[in-house]
Nanobody, 127 residues
């Protein structure tokens, strides 16, 4: 079992920054690829970014490329999402998920064999 707990969400003005964290406990963290997903009210869940188990591969949704950076510290069992130049359309509940490997389907970021999910953290545009 792997348990994931997100934190770092909050209110943010357009153009602002936030760093989300996802702390894992349980089985070998570095075995899993980890992805960030988000879901806004009335919209489908969207893959935002994904990182391989040892951090050598990353991919991003087109909507966040150049603004968001995914990283991980396997010694701390922690995943990060640095979000800069935030836009109102970035408002959503952000979830981290652990799975087998990162993938892309068309222009969509996804995670193969998703096994574990966190409870989510809310990012809200304050404008």
């Amino acid at each position: 079992q792997l348990q994931l707990v997100e934190s770092g969400g909050g209110l943010v003005q357009p153009g602002g920054s936030l760093r989300l964290s996802c702390v894992a406990s349980g089985l070998a963290f570095d075995y899993y690829a980890i992805g960030w997903f988000r879901q806004a009210p009335g919209k489908e869940r969207e893959g935002v970014a994904c990182i391989s188990g040892h951090g050598t591969y990353t991919n991003y949704a087109n909507s966040v490329k150049g603004r968001f950076t995914i990283s991980r510290d396997n010694d701390k069992n922690t995943l990060y999402l640095q979000m800069n130049s935030l836009k109102p359309e970035d408002s959503a509940v952000y979830y981290c998920a652990a799975g087998h490997s990162c993938t892309e389907v068309g222009n969509r970021v996804d995670l193969n064999e998703r096994e574990y999910w966190g409870q989510g953290t809310q990012v809200t545009d304050s404008s």
